[in-house]
């Protein structure tokens, strides 16, 4: 892994992971060796498509899907974007239907998405998560229609780490003949991405979120579908995003994937140990204080916690200034602390809606890191805690 500041302990790897120093050196080779076009029929662009095609047959291999069924994007968003909107308008023309399912608690690169096309007339159900944090199956089954032409659950949420019962849901749309997509962004370095073996259509991936580059994403496909590009141009990445292919964050994609699925078993036990002791000492030296997704399976290294009496912006904003990098569960848009859309969803009481944080570690998290910052969390709650009863 690259240095970094160790006076400081990030724990937001679930917003974003340093680059790798392997995928690095790999960009680096790629960009020296194959800064050209791809496209080209001489031998400097022959050469830049050699390094682009022996990445896609790495990513593919990792999926468990034909080459031509990996489609290299600009983003995990835009990845998102692409199974959803492009296969939404291809069913519509087609005159499939016009009906889509998601959960209420999909990123909003998915629930945006939505919106566009409810805008085109398309029709939306959101369907709700329990207690937890999960779809419940027979909620969606219930929701599925005969004009229902995509279906789109994530693997893993982004704010609670809540793992979704993804083969069982892929099963019942396939069932009833629904194109089903995840968004499987938070997922690969802690949990298998094999497409065939999730059952799944589709499936979006981000390489900044598993210690590859910003800029460069992927949707697989088990099988070639109808999809509407987005992006017109040259007709690249077998016609389903037009634009010169970025090679060099491609092959960076391409080797932090391939460390991400190596080391899972090794990261997972490492990590887990990690949270768990982060999230030990936090129910036992903090009151008033609730898990969200306990009891759910969850992704190894995130914790959602929300404390009372607290509001999570002026917390974030503490732990900041006391070296801590987290992120808060809800947004601040003018100036208006609005809670999250996840919290949200699982039905939690007022005084937890507010006091959300979520804490995300990653490969290079250090005990000592966790009990550090244990402790400035403890000192933050108690002082904003004390600043708040005298006002």
Same mark, same amino acid.
């Given at each position: 892994?690259?240095?970094?500041?160790?006076?400081?302990?990030?724990?937001?790897?679930?917003?974003?992971?340093?680059?790798?120093?392997?995928?690095?050196?790999?960009?680096?080779?790629?960009?020296?060796?194959?800064?050209?076009?791809?496209?080209?029929?001489?031998?400097?662009?022959?050469?830049?498509?050699?390094?682009?095609?022996?990445?896609?047959?790495?990513?593919?291999?990792?999926?468990?899907?034909?080459?031509?069924?990996?489609?290299?994007?600009?983003?995990?968003?835009?990845?998102?974007?692409?199974?959803?909107?492009?296969?939404?308008?291809? +069913?519509?023309?087609?005159?499939?239907?016009?009906?889509?399912?998601?959960?209420?608690?999909?990123?909003?690169?998915?629930?945006?998405?939505?919106?566009?096309?409810?805008?085109?007339?398309?029709?939306?159900?959101?369907?709700?998560?329990?207690?937890?944090?999960?779809?419940?199956?027979?909620?969606?089954?219930?929701?599925?229609?005969?004009?229902?032409?995509?279906?789109?659950?994530?693997?893993?949420?982004?704010?609670?780490?809540?793992?979704?019962?993804?083969?069982?849901?892929?099963?019942?749309?396939?069932?009833?003949?629904?194109?089903?997509?995840?968004?499987?962004?938070?997922?690969?370095?802690?949990?298998?991405?094999?497409?065939?073996?999730?059952?799944?259509?589709?499936?979006?991936?981000?390489?900044?979120?598993?210690?590859?580059?910003?800029?460069?994403?992927?949707?697989?496909?088990?099988?070639?579908?109808?999809?509407?590009?987005?992006?017109?141009?040259?007709?690249?990445?077998?016609?389903?995003?037009?634009?010169?292919?970025?090679?060099?964050?491609?092959?960076?994609?391409?080797?932090?994937?391939?460390?991400?699925?190596?080391?899972?078993?090794?990261?997972?036990?490492?990590?887990?140990?990690?949270?768990?002791?982060?999230?030990?000492?936090?129910?036992?030296?903090?009151?008033?204080?609730?898990?969200?997704?306990?009891?759910?399976?969850?992704?190894?290294?995130?914790?959602?916690?929300?404390?009372?009496?607290?509001?999570?912006?002026?917390?974030?904003?503490?732990?900041?200034?006391?070296?801590?990098?987290?992120? +808060?569960?809800?947004?601040?848009?003018?100036?208006?602390?609005?809670?999250?859309?996840?919290?949200?969803?699982?039905?939690?009481? +007022?005084?937890?809606?507010?006091?959300?944080?979520?804490?995300?570690?990653?490969?290079?998290?250090?005990?000592?890191?966790?009990?550090?910052?244990?402790?400035?969390?403890?000192?933050?709650?108690?002082?904003?805690?004390?600043?708040?009863?005298?006002?």
């Amino acid at each position: 892994m690259n240095s970094r500041d160790f006076s400081r302990i990030y724990l937001d790897y679930a917003a974003t992971t340093p680059l790798r120093a392997e995928a690095a050196d790999a960009m680096a080779v790629a960009h020296s060796e194959g800064a050209f076009n791809p496209s080209s029929l001489h031998a400097e662009g022959r050469r830049s498509r050699a390094i682009l095609d022996g990445a896609r047959d790495g990513v593919a291999r990792i999926l468990g899907v034909a080459r031509n069924n990996v489609t290299f994007t600009g983003s995990g968003t835009e990845a998102d974007n692409l199974a959803i909107v492009g296969t939404a308008r291809a +069913a519509a023309r087609r005159g499939d239907g016009r009906h889509i399912v998601a959960s209420a608690i999909e990123h909003h690169a998915v629930l945006h998405s939505l919106d566009a096309l409810a805008e085109d007339g398309f029709e939306i159900t959101l369907i709700g998560v329990d207690e937890r944090g999960v779809v419940a199956c027979e909620a969606f089954d219930a929701a599925l229609r005969d004009d229902t032409v995509v279906a789109s659950i994530m693997y893993a949420n982004n704010e609670l780490g809540t793992i979704q019962p993804i083969e069982k849901l892929a099963a019942i749309a396939r069932e009833r003949g629904v194109f089903f997509h995840t968004d499987a962004i938070q997922a690969p370095v802690w949990l298998s991405v094999d497409v065939p073996g999730l059952g799944v259509d589709a499936l979006s991936l981000s390489a900044h979120k598993f210690y590859g580059p910003k800029g460069v994403g992927v949707l697989a496909v088990r099988d070639v579908v109808g999809m509407d590009p987005l992006v017109h141009g040259g007709g690249q990445e077998f016609g389903r995003r037009s634009g010169t292919e970025n090679v060099g964050g491609i092959a960076g994609l391409t080797r932090a994937l391939e460390l991400a699925d190596a080391e899972r078993p090794a990261t997972r036990e490492h990590v887990a140990a990690l949270r768990d002791r982060l999230e030990c000492g936090i129910l036992e030296s903090i009151s008033e204080v609730q898990v969200n997704g306990a009891g759910a399976p969850r992704l190894p290294n995130m914790l959602s916690a929300s404390f009372a009496g607290v509001a999570s912006d002026e917390l974030l904003l503490r732990l900041d200034l006391d070296g801590v990098a987290v992120s +808060a569960g809800s947004a601040c848009t003018s100036g208006v602390l609005e809670p999250s859309h996840v919290i949200d969803a699982l039905g939690a009481a +007022a005084q937890w809606k507010n006091g959300t944080i979520r804490f995300s570690l990653g490969i290079a998290t250090t005990q000592a890191e966790i009990d550090r910052a244990l402790e400035v969390v403890t000192r933050a709650i108690g002082d904003l805690r004390r600043v708040r009863a005298r006002s």
